[in-house]
């Protein structure tokens, strides 16, 4: 499967404990996005990466939130203690540069759930 | 604030029955894509409009992007059971290329 993947699919977790996730883009894609999406919602923007550089990061974002690409392949999306309202799905989308279009494809996602 | 405005959030058709569903943006946008979200799945790439006025076609589905590039629409004619889904528009901003801004989604729910 050629398409992107996240790890892990599914998270539970305690108030105010540390998470990290991971997102693995599809090969020759310079671009990689993550997004947060609760029910009935839309995916809300969160950060994007050109290769290894992160170009914006939502002003909705807390301190809390870091997302790193070392080294322009491989993401990942860390939340440090975690609050209860951090519950939602966390999709990753990566996207080439180099074409007139900018498609995103779209991960699984990981699901988190703080209790 | 919701950057993107998009009606209605429902829509239960019966097969065969048409089906609409209008994004609608505060600031001009450089660019429009459009996704489905099937239950339990994740968003997946249906078109991008670019031009003003621009109108694509795919099958039973017809995409408009609006001349002043602040509204677009999804229109599925004949709707069939496979069109379950949400539907989403995303704009792009010139000022923030690179960053989707989506709206909230129609829920379609097509009865047999």
């Known amino acids: 499967d050629t398409g992107v993947s996240q790890n892990p699919r599914h998270k539970i977790t305690k108030r105010g404990q540390n998470v990290t996730f991971r997102c693995d883009p599809i090969?020759?894609?310079?671009?990689l996005y993550w997004y947060r999406q609760t029910l009935g919602q839309g995916p809300e923007f969160l950060t994007y990466?050109?290769?290894?550089?992160?170009?914006?990061k939502s002003r909705l974002l807390s301190d809390r939130f870091s997302a790193e690409r070392p080294k322009g392949s491989f993401s990942t999306l860390e939340i440090q203690r975690t609050e209860q309202g951090d519950s939602a799905m966390y999709l990753c989308?990566?996207?080439?540069?180099?074409?007139?279009?900018?498609?995103?494809?779209f991960g699984p996602g990981t699901r988190l759930t703080v209790t | 604030g919701q950057q993107v405005m998009q009606i209605p959030q429902y829509q239960h058709v019966q097969e065969g029955e048409d089906f609409t569903t209008y994004c609608n943006s505060s600031?001009?946008?450089?660019?429009i894509q459009w996704y489905k979200q099937r239950p339990g799945g994740h968003p997946v790439f249906l078109i991008q409009?670019?031009?003003?006025?621009e109108v694509k076609k795919q099958k039973r589905l017809t995409f408009q992007f609006g001349e002043a590039k602040k509204n677009s629409s999804l229109h599925i004619t004949a709707t069939q059971t496979t069109d379950v889904g949400t539907y989403f528009c995303?704009?792009?901003?010139?000022?923030?290329?690179?960053?989707?801004?989506f709206g909230r989604g129609t829920q379609l729910t097509v009865w047999p």
């Open positions: 989308a990566s996207s080439p540069l180099d074409r007139g279009t900018y498609e995103q494809y």
């Open positions: 090969s020759e894609h310079n671009r």
């Open positions: 990466f050109q290769n290894e550089a992160q170009l914006e």
């Open positions: 600031t001009t946008l450089s660019n």
């Open positions: 409009l670019v031009k003003s006025g």
């Open positions: 995303a704009g792009e901003r010139g000022s923030t290329l690179g960053r989707l801004y």
